[in-house]
């Protein structure tokens, strides 16, 4: 497999006009500074008076034509009604206008041919500009003509301005390159948009105990657990070890719950008959609305909750009340947690739940969407390849989206978005898509829309008030490789508004408190991050326009945890590199000690010897020689801000079944011999896992071993050996143990021998509990 070369995947630092002058690095303060101006003539048609009748019958179904050239827009329709409003905004964009005039014309809606109405003429020359901040142009009446020039029967209200994409009208405006998009469904679909994510709260279910259960076989002993449900989320506890009427439990459950609450929480308590049958001893429905909220670590009031149980007559449900059993619950909506529906590794928002525990604002992140360049064909439309590209920008709980750009592959957004950031040690995701919702909205089962590329920027590693403009490659992994889609075209300014408050947050904890105070497992974190993502991918698709479900899984990552041979490999190099400084230090240390280098073993005799006699400089000599290596370096510090590595990621070589396996379903799909193949292949690694874990456990129990008396004769030489050092150290100097040990390390390789030492020698002869094992 070709791959294509290196450079392609490179990051480019551009120098774009960005609010209508080049970008030199200091911080623009004009409306729109981080993006390219783009001209557009709007036009707003308001509403219509005094329309005369069209049919024999004297009635109107009146609508407006916005024609400029070869471009046409029209708004909706009204039945018979002669004083229509219609409050629509339509944008062209100057770089596509031919025409020198502009022509309104109203209509007459009919079944076999649209009666003309009259229009308004504007020739393009004579049509005011406005720059916001300027208040919006007033909407004017005017008188319609007909085709001839005369005036006719009928008024028009009309607004007609050359603006910006500034304008508060341009984000719900019809744009021209939208002409041939299909339905007002599929209209919403391409026109730019800002969500807000849910908010998440964690709801901890304390099960401690149920009173006066009645079975329905009293002969035996109950096997009792709690079953609980919230939406899609099902747990249960453990069978109660206390095989009574009265069992207890004391067992906690999470769900994860987003505002508003919709459903309520159910809670049954069931009795295992046989191993796959379950009776229901009773039940309650709990609205999340009423549950106590807790903000720290503090208890809240345990509660009794009463259980109903139901029972079948004649084929309907009924409330059986002859009994009144309860169950004792804590109930609470845990706020000083953060709901993870991102990987901590780089999320976007670390604060709790609660707003009355967020802390104020440290700065504010300006990202602009310029363009993009050279994207890849991703759908076939009439018979020629085509690209219908929007980006989704995912920061804290705002996602922003673009208006869609209609068949280009050098798309222009040039759209402007702000966040509020409350910690820097977060990350913003940019997203490109392809739109598949142009023609008829959503179906079952329909098309999904196309990821094109991924790009992540850690506020972090942003200089403040810097403005950052670069070109990003968009990087997709496929089942036959790693393979550019093209490049993104960003602009970005982290705006630094206390530098002491964001100082002073690199010394706090990256989660809220509660994280530690009364730590997830892993496990736990596991479940609820999925659920979360399901709930938030949930909401957001029943948005309008929707950002489908397909989007929101990309955007938070929720296949990263899957196995994948690439992954693994690309983190066991990330390991080697970060033990390569180590290694180094190793081996420079070997060669000191072999008198590689004469002159460097011999200044080393001496640093060591003034070390020695006065070690008060030892820490002060450490830190001294690490600010001088992070002054040096300063030189050569990044001047990008980091982006997809395809070699960090094993991505340029990675082999085609180790990628047909990552792009494998889970539970799998691929035919039984494959899999095997698999199997075997991760036997083969675990294996080797296996024996470097078994080493480790050795030195371990080696250790160990030399004060248990597992070997007699080793235990009693070693506790020889430690009462003479004790003697020694005890009555010798310490700076003579350390010369005298220091110069021994570093003495010349003649006076060396190949074999080991003898405490190594001592080490290695300790038993280990290796053959206690089958």
């Not at 500074?33 to 308001?46: I, P």
């Not at 929007?390 to 209609?406: E, L, N, S």
Request: net charge positive.
């Amino acid at each position: 497999m070709q791959r294509p070369p290196q450079e392609d995947f490179s990051l480019k630092e551009t120098k774009p006009h960005l609010g209508g002058g080049k970008v030199t690095g200091d911080k623009l303060t004009s409306t729109y500074d981080l993006v390219e101006q783009m001209q557009y003539l709007y036009v707003r048609v308001v509403k219509a008076k005094d329309l005369p009748g069209k049919d024999l019958t004297g009635s109107l179904d009146p609508y407006v034509e916005v024609r400029l050239g070869n471009y046409r827009g029209t708004t909706r329709h009204f039945e018979k009604k002669s004083n229509p409003e219609w409050s629509q905004v339509f944008a062209f964009s100057k770089d596509r206008i031919q025409a020198s005039v502009l022509e309104v014309n109203v209509k007459d809606k009919d079944v076999v041919k649209d009666d003309f109405v009259g229009r308004v003429m504007f020739d393009l020359n004579e049509i005011p500009k406005r720059v916001p901040p300027d208040s919006p142009l007033a909407p004017q009446w005017y008188r319609l003509e007909d085709r001839n020039g005369n005036k006719v029967r009928g008024e028009l209200m009309l607004a007609v301005w050359m603006g910006t994409q500034a304008d508060e009208a341009f984000p719900e405006s019809w744009h021209s390159d939208a002409a041939t998009v299909s339905g007002a469904d599929a209209l919403a679909n391409i026109r730019s948009k800002v969500y807000l994510s849910p908010k998440l709260w964690y709801l901890r279910v304390n099960v401690i105990e149920a009173q006066d259960l009645i079975p329905g076989d009293r002969s035996r002993f109950p096997e009792v657990y709690v079953k609980a449900i919230l939406g899609n989320q099902a747990l249960r506890t453990r069978v109660s070890m206390s095989k009574t009427i009265n069992p207890m439990w004391n067992e906690d459950l999470m769900f994860v719950a987003a505002e508003p609450f919709e459903e309520p929480l159910i809670l049954s308590v069931e009795d295992r008959v046989a191993p796959n049958k379950d009776e229901v001893l009773g039940r309650c429905a709990i609205p999340l609305q009423y549950i106590d909220r807790r903000l720290d670590h503090r208890p809240i009031n345990s509660k009794w909750y009463n259980l109903e149980k139901h029972i079948i007559v004649e084929g309907e449900k009924k409330k059986e009340i002859k009994f009144a059993s309860r169950i004792h619950m804590r109930l609470y909506l845990e706020g000083g947690y953060h709901v993870l529906d991102e990987s901590t590794h780089y999320s976007s928002d670390l604060r709790p739940t609660a707003k009355q525990l967020w802390k104020s604002s440290i700065g504010v992140l300006e990202l602009g969407i310029l363009n993009a360049t050279g994207l890849s064909p991703m759908k076939t439309k009439d018979g020629r390849a085509t690209t219908d590209a929007y980006c989704v920008a995912k920061y804290g709980q705002k996602w922003v989206r673009t208006r869609t750009i209609i068949d280009s592959f050098a798309p222009k957004w040039n759209e402007q978005y702000t966040w509020e950031v409350f910690d820097p040690c977060t990350v913003i995701t940019i997203g490109v898509f392809d739109n598949c919702h142009l023609h008829g909205g959503d179906k079952p089962g329909g098309a999904r829309d196309s990821r094109i590329g991924k790009v992540r920027i850690r506020l972090s590693t942003l200089e403040t008030d810097r403005v950052y403009t670069h070109s990003y490659p968009l990087l997709v992994l496929h089942p036959t490789g790693v393979k550019k889609m093209g490049e993104i075209h960003l602009a970005v300014r982290f705006t630094c508004s206390s530098l002491m408050n964001m100082m002073h947050m690199y010394s706090q904890p990256l989660l809220p408190k509660m994280h530690y105070i009364h730590p997830l497992t892993v496990t736990q974190l596991d479940s609820l991050r999925h659920q979360a993502t399901q709930i938030v991918s949930m909401r957001l698709s029943r948005a309008e326009p929707p950002l489908r479900k397909e989007i929101v899984e990309y955007m938070l990552d929720v296949g990263s945890h899957m196995w994948s041979m690439r992954r693994s490999k690309a983190n066991f190099f990330r390991i080697m590199g970060v033990l390569g400084g180590l290694i180094a230090i190793g081996r420079w240390f070997d060669q000191i000690c072999n008198w590689k280098n004469p002159i460097t073993t011999v200044l080393i005799h001496i640093l060591f010897l003034i070390l020695v006699l006065y070690p008060e400089l030892i820490l002060p000599t450490i830190f001294l020689y690490l600010f001088l290596i992070g002054v040096w370096y300063y030189r050569w510090r990044p001047r990008n801000p980091p982006h997809m590595d395809t070699r960090l990621s094993c991505a340029d070589n990675a082999h085609p079944d180790e990628l047909d396996e990552e792009f494998d379903t889970f539970p799998t799909s691929r035919p039984p011999d494959i899999v095997r193949m698999r199997y075997d292949r991760l036997r083969s690694i675990a294996g080797r896992i296996q024996t470097v874990v078994g080493d480790l456990a050795t030195q371990g129990e080696r250790l160990q071993s030399l004060l248990s008396w597992r070997d007699p004769r080793a235990t009693a030489l070693f506790v020889i050996f430690c009462l003479i050092a004790a003697i020694v150290l005890y009555v010798t100097p310490f700076q003579v143990v350390a010369l005298l040990t220091g110069f021994y390390v570093l003495r010349h390789p003649r006076f060396r021998h190949k074999l080991p030492s003898a405490p190594l020698n001592f080490f290695r002869r300790l038993p280990a509990r290796t053959d206690c094992m089958l």
